[in-house]
T-cell receptor, first 110, second 114 residues
Framework: DAKTTQPNSMESNEEEPVHLPCNHS???????IHWYRQLPSQGPEYVIH???SNVNNRMASLAIAEDRKSSTLILHRATLRDAAVYYC???????????FGPGTRLSVLP | DTAVSQTPKYLVTQMGNDKSIKCEQN?????MYWYKQDSKKFLKIMFS???????INETVPNRFSPKSPDKAHLNLHINSLELGDSAVYFC?????????????FGPGTRLTVT
């Protein structure tokens, strides 16, 4: 399985944008890029996914590098509720076997 | 309206006992999973079932046996519990079809083996 690398932790101020990076230099052509987050004492929840093009949804935006070797999850205005561990995961288009790394622990300061 | 539910939420038991964790999803999904999150917070997939058939069985001791009575349920039975089994166990499900799968996770079951 292709690996991802994320910073261990990041900090943001409330109502400011947050850019969470993910490196995946060994990504294959069929790998989707998924982002999940895990709030304290909860199960992971889906944030966004993409293949090649940048993606937007109500929660976040996903910016994918042209060579697909890195991506950035963008939270446009961080709230206290966004404090969580964010996971960047690669999975082939037929795959269901998510491999979660340690993720990035995001702290949001009031 | 709970999409993926697990029972119990907490489970404290002694070494050597046998216990089960139940999972139910009301989303009409075909695929269900069990994940284990250990004390270091790493989430690892254990099993995946599609339409009641085992698809993925990662390197998990034989003491762990998933059972899927129907598409909406995937229970996890653990025999002869060991201290190292202490963890949070998450059930998840995903919709049918080819391509991308969004997984929906339950709230987790914290298992403590003493």
């Amino acid at each position: 399985d292709a690996k991802t690398t994320q910073p261990n932790s990041m900090e943001s101020n409330e109502e400011e944008p947050v850019h969470l990076p993910c490196n995946h230099s060994t990504i294959s052509g069929t790998d989707y890029i998924h982002w999940y987050r895990q709030l304290p004492s909860q199960g992971p929840e889906y944030v966004i996914h993409g293949l090649t093009s940048n993606v937007n949804n109500r929660m976040a935006s996903l910016a994918i590098a042209e060579d697909r070797k890195s991506s950035t999850l963008i939270l446009h205005r961080a709230t206290l509720r966004d404090a969580a561990v964010y996971y960047c995961i690669l999975s082939p288009n037929y795959g269901q076997n998510f491999v979660f790394g340690p993720g990035t622990r995001l702290s949001v300061l009031p | 309206d709970t999409a993926v539910s697990q029972t119990p939420k907490y489970l404290v038991t002694q070494m050597g006992n046998d216990k089960s964790i139940k999972c139910e999803q009301n989303l009409g999904h075909d695929t269900m999973y069990w994940y284990k999150q250990d004390s270091k917070k790493f989430l690892k997939i254990m099993f995946s079932y599609n339409n009641k058939e085992l698809i993925i069985n990662e390197t998990v001791p034989n003491r762990f046996s998933p059972k899927s009575p129907d598409k909406a349920h995937l229970n996890l039975h653990i025999n002869s519990l060991e201290l190292g089994d202490s963890a949070v166990y998450f059930c998840a499900s995903s919709p049918p079809g080819q391509g991308y799968y969004e997984q929906y996770f339950g709230p987790g079951t914290r298992l403590t083996v003493t």
